[in-house]
């Protein structure tokens, strides 16, 4: 029985063939600021850091939508909303909050929570 060669493996010899004959052209010279840029941090998390974000976020979010629900039903200025307008605030990175009250604006949150 015959083994059977990877097609890989079958190209890799035909290239270091050609090498060791010189007839491969060689690599170009590396130009500078050609080296691509790291990885953005979102990227770089693990499995349970992305979890845990998310988890975070729920919870932000949440506390924002239960700010809404009283706000609608006891008005802005009800001092019952402001544990859950509190809460949200110190809890939650500002870019999120910026996010919801534009999408707030869109029409993709609704105030009828």
């Known amino acids: ?32 600021g050609t080296v691509s840029a790291p990885p953005p941090p979102s990227s770089t998390k693990t499995p349970e850091e992305k979890a845990d974000e998310k988890d975070a976020e729920k919870k932000c979010y949440s506390s924002y939508l239960e700010y809404l629900k009283c706000t609608k039903q006891k008005g802005k200025g009800a001092s019952e909303c402001k544990k859950f307008a509190d809460n949200y605030i ?21 105030d009828h929570v």
């Open 90 to 110: 110190s809890n939650c990175p500002p870019e999120w909050i910026e996010k919801w009250e534009e999408e707030r604006k869109h029409g993709i949150i609704h």
């Open 1 to 32: 029985m015959a083994a059977v060669m990877d097609p890989h493996d079958k190209m890799r010899s035909r290239d270091i063939s050609k090498v060791a004959k010189g007839q491969q052209a060689p690599r170009p010279a590396h130009e500078p």
